[in-house]
Structures are given as C-alpha cells and as structure tokens.
C-alpha cells in the first residue's frame, strides 16, 4: 500500500471544499475517500499509533455512514 500522493490529498481537499459550498458530492463517498487516504498514511508509518488510531476512526464514520445510506 502507498502513501498517497500530494495530487490525490488536493483533490479530497478540493471535492470537500466543494461539497461544503456547494453540496457537490456524496458525504458518505468523501469519507471513504478521506477513510481510505489515511489508511494509507498509516500503513506507510507503522509505527505512528496516533495516526493508525486516526486512520481507524476515519473508517469507522465512514462505514457508518455507508451503512446509513
């Protein structure tokens, strides 16, 4: 697993800022990203317990509201 890169990290950064202004996107779907983003950053430092435990939470919120629908 790679550490994302500083375009896929703008993006996330840009489709939030949308969504914010202008509703544009699924929340759900911009919390997978954001989920799936610092998975990856902790997987690239795994010695980091903070981020590992961010990272989790980030997944947690995010299956919850892909389980809500």
Partial sequence: M?????SEISTLLADLSDFRTLGDGSYAELMRRKA?????????????????EVAATARARADELTADG
């Fill in 2 to 6: 790679s550490r994302p890169s500083i």
């Fill in 36 to 52: 799936d983003l610092l998975e990856r950053i902790a997987a690239a430092q795994p010695d980091d317990i903070e981020a590992a």
